[in-house]
């Protein structure tokens, strides 16, 4: 057999160890089950070094999703890991705990006639992260929609909802999947988010919803909000159909009521009907996990709610996926009783505070230029003007060799030919971090600027 032969065979067909006899040296096969048991302590360590093959993910710049929690949350969901959150009969404790977040987040919203005594009060459900609750959300709206075509004797086979082509793909995995016809408002150079003016344009009578945005993935922009409200508010006054309003807070609803507690984004808005938001993202928590919550139980259709009795009661469950571990809850609880509101505050306005610093930083760096500045929500996107000799992408490059994963995209639908970077600054991105990160962002564009060309190609925009 050759060299090339059997280089090509230890890649694609097993996968060698790299001890030489303490943990065992025979191949491991990669796409099939092995013939033979190993050792506990070397099947470990034969992963563990796999996996030192990631990016870091605490220098990992580009996802939302938290990498650091407290030790202590960390000991309560490894010893939760086994708990499955679907038996709320055999595990109640952990189905009071679920309860108890879903009420804390509907309080937070400001859902109207919440019982602080009674969870049950509260309408909603935990999810993995806001692509389950986005789904679920939008089956409300489709089901009320169709409810009242059909009892005025109208069409309901045609449903449609507003959104702009900023939102995350989740929403068109919704579209398509369920049925629904997806109108995307464009964005363009300049403006990412969508404007009121696009939303009356685009509404009409088969419209079950207008998706609104806190917190953009692109930007980190909040869209206008109370604006698309007061323009929904006059097509109905006016006799148009009366559309509700979801808001899609994956991102921001658990910073913007601690950054911008006079923002009517939530539930004092009489037009939301509902909200998603994400735990793992900056409700601080490991993924995956995520609520809805509707503005009362009228909003969620009953005959969306099913009830089963064979695992020992009679369960009611709203969700795409049945079983799950439990220990994502029990995270997100210790968050919200070892944090409170205080909590909250005091690491979001730390967070905003390093976003805007950073901002301030790279604004000061010749050719760059910010187009937010992290103050919505801590992430913050900037460009590079045109005729450098380099891209944003070279940029993303460079960093990528240095540690940083701090990604590079192209803008949505009618701004493509804008390219941006953005940095999302999270818990465990201190300020010394945000230090370093400056010094060889400065250091990677002078390098670029005197002409060095790493080989990069641009790319669009992977949420």
Known sequence: MSDNKNQSSFSDEVL?????????????????????????????????DELMLDGNSRLNLATFVSTWMDPEAEKLMAETFDKNMID?????????????????????FNAPGLDPADPASATGVSTIGSSE??????????????ARREAA?????????????????????????????????????????????????????????????????????????????????ELAANGGPDIPLHIDAASGGFVAPFLHPDLVWDFRNPRVVSINVSGHKYGLTYPGIGFVVWRDKEQLPEELVF????????????????????NQVVGQYYNFIRLGRDGYRAIMEALRDTAVWLSQQIEKIDGLSIISDGSAIPVLAFELEEG???????????????????????????????AVLRIVVREGFSGDLAGKLMDDMRSVCAKLEAGARPNSHSQHFAH
């Open 388 to 418: 450098r000799g380099y891209t944003v992408f070279d940029i993303s490059h460079e960093l990528r060799s240095l540690g940083w994963q701090v990604p590079a995209y192209t803008m949505p639908a009618d701004a493509e030919e804008v």
């Open 133 to 146: 609750a986005v789904m679920l959300a939008g089956l409300a709206m489709k089901w009320r929609w169709r």
């Open 16 to 48: 060698a160890p790299a001890y030489t006899g303490r943990l065992g040296t025979n191949p491991v096969p990669a796409l099939r089950l092995p013939d033979s048991e190993m050792q506990p302590e070397a099947a470990y360590r034969f992963i563990h």
């Open 307 to 326: 009830r089963v009795n064979y695992l020992g009661g009679d369960m009611p469950t709203f969700t795409l996926n049945f079983s799950r571990p439990g």
């Open 153 to 233: 004797g109208l069409d309901g086979s045609k449903p449609n909802l507003i959104l702009g082509s900023n939102v995350q793909v989740v929403w068109e995995k919704f579209c398509r999947y369920f049925d629904v016809e997806a109108k995307y408002l464009p964005m363009e150079k300049g403006r990412y988010v969508i404007t009121p003016e696009q939303v009356r344009d685009a509404a009409d009578e088969n419209t079950i919803g207008v998706c609104a945005i806190l917190g953009t993935t692109f930007t980190g922009e909040f869209e206008p909000i109370e604006e698309i409200s007061a323009v929904l508010d």
């Open 88 to 108: 709320k009969d055999e595990y109640p404790s952990t189905a009071a705990i679920e309860s108890r977040c879903v009420s804390m987040v509907a309080d937070l």
